[in-house]
């Protein structure tokens, strides 16, 4: 059996945007991140079945959106699949809670999809400005309070994915990280109400 090909994130793009390699791509994907892709699901009132439905539909939008090249990097593959799943997944609940029958019909998945999408980058762009101020708290508070507050990643899995080394420190590293930017943005009203607004629509 031959041994499974390993990518970094940036090898793992370049790897979509190739047909001769989009088998290999995603097999890791799946092998490398599912497990922890799938809590977006079963930690939130879905079951295995449903964690394997919803990964499709984040693989297919994934691979769509870097073969139009609108996956920026800002995070990590791993998070930004799992922040993309659990979208996907919420979208699905709403739905699931408006009506007792649900049509997995070819048009209705497809659109569903789209819709969850054309939400998301539209979030992402309206929060671009945002991102550019957290570059001003350094790489490791902006990707921690992205995580936290818009992605709404819980600490738990945020600490799997940093050298932190157990969650009271993650803590603690958050509440300066918090400190540092409110003192910031104390100086910038506009920047602060903006990411107010991002925050809640995120």
Known sequence: ???????????LIAALMRPLSMDDAVTFIYS??????????TGNSGNEMDAED?????????????????????SSVRTFLYSLMRNIWLG?????????????GYYEVSERVE????????????????????????????KLLIQFYYQEMPMKMILEESGFENEQVLRNKKYK??????????????????????LRNG
Not at 32 to 41: C, E, S, T
Not at 62 to 69: D, E, N, R, Y
Not at 97 to 102: A, D, G, K, L, P
Not at 185 to 196: N, T, Y
């Open 115 to 142: 819709k969850g999408v054309t939400e998301f980058l539209q979030v992402k762009e309206a929060t671009q400005e945002v991102f550019a101020f957290f570059d001003t708290l350094g790489e490791a508070c902006k």
């Open 177 to 198: 990280c918090m400190k540092k930017l409110t003192e910031m943005l104390d100086k910038a009203p506009i920047i602060k109400e903006r990411l107010k607004t991002a």
């Open 92 to 104: 699905e609940l709403r739905k699931r809670n408006s009506s007792r029958t649900r049509d997995t």
């Open 32 to 41: 490398n991140h599912y497990r922890f892709l799938a809590k977006a699901v």
């Open 54 to 74: 919803v990964f499709q539909e984040t693989l297919i939008t994934f691979i769509q959106l870097v073969q139009h090249q609108k996956f920026r990097g800002e």
């Open 1 to 11: 059996m031959a041994k499974q090909k390993s990518y970094s994130d940036t090898e």
